[in-house]
């Protein structure tokens, strides 16, 4: 059975750090390509990181770029998302998801439909 758990959400004050996890079982996702998507309330799941599965390439939401870091860990079947400089908006769930596609456009990861497997979200808070 394939599953994504993602850990390492909280509460944090503005400017504050957090590093998320996303430890993947059932199978290996090397190949994969490797996102994080956040939903926060009354709004629609967004993207906000991925790193492919072939050449390592990793994109980014304007709205996080240069605060956030998304790295993987092959032999744990690990992605991460480093978050510094949070902000009050970036309060949300924020889900792993796993993509089987290979894609030379970053841009086909940015919707959630390209997406085989979903982890359930942590939550993510951010003080002002």
């Known amino acids: 059975q394939v599953q994504l758990v993602e850990s390492g959400g909280g509460l944090v004050q503005a400017g504050g750090s957090l590093r998320l996890s996303c430890a993947a079982s059932?199978?290996?996702?090397?190949?994969?390509?490797m996102g994080w998507f956040r939903q926060a309330p009354g709004k629609e799941r967004e993207f906000v990181s991925v790193?492919?599965?072939?050449?390592?390439?990793?994109y980014y939401a304007d709205s996080v770029k240069g605060r956030f870091t998304i790295s993987r860990d092959n032999a744990k079947n690990t992605v991460y998302l480093q978050m510094n400089r949070l902000k009050p908006e970036d309060t949300a769930v924020y889900y792993c998801?796993?993509?089987?596609?290979?894609?030379?456009?970053?841009?086909?990861?940015?919707?959630?439909?390209?997406?085989?497997?979903w982890g359930l979200g942590t939550q993510v808070t951010v003080s002002s």
């Open positions: 059932g199978r290996t996702f090397i190949g994969y390509a």
């Open positions: 998801a796993a993509s089987r596609r290979t894609y030379y456009s970053g841009s086909y990861y940015y919707s959630i439909g390209e997406y085989d497997y």
């Open positions: 790193f492919t599965g072939t050449g390592g390439t990793t």
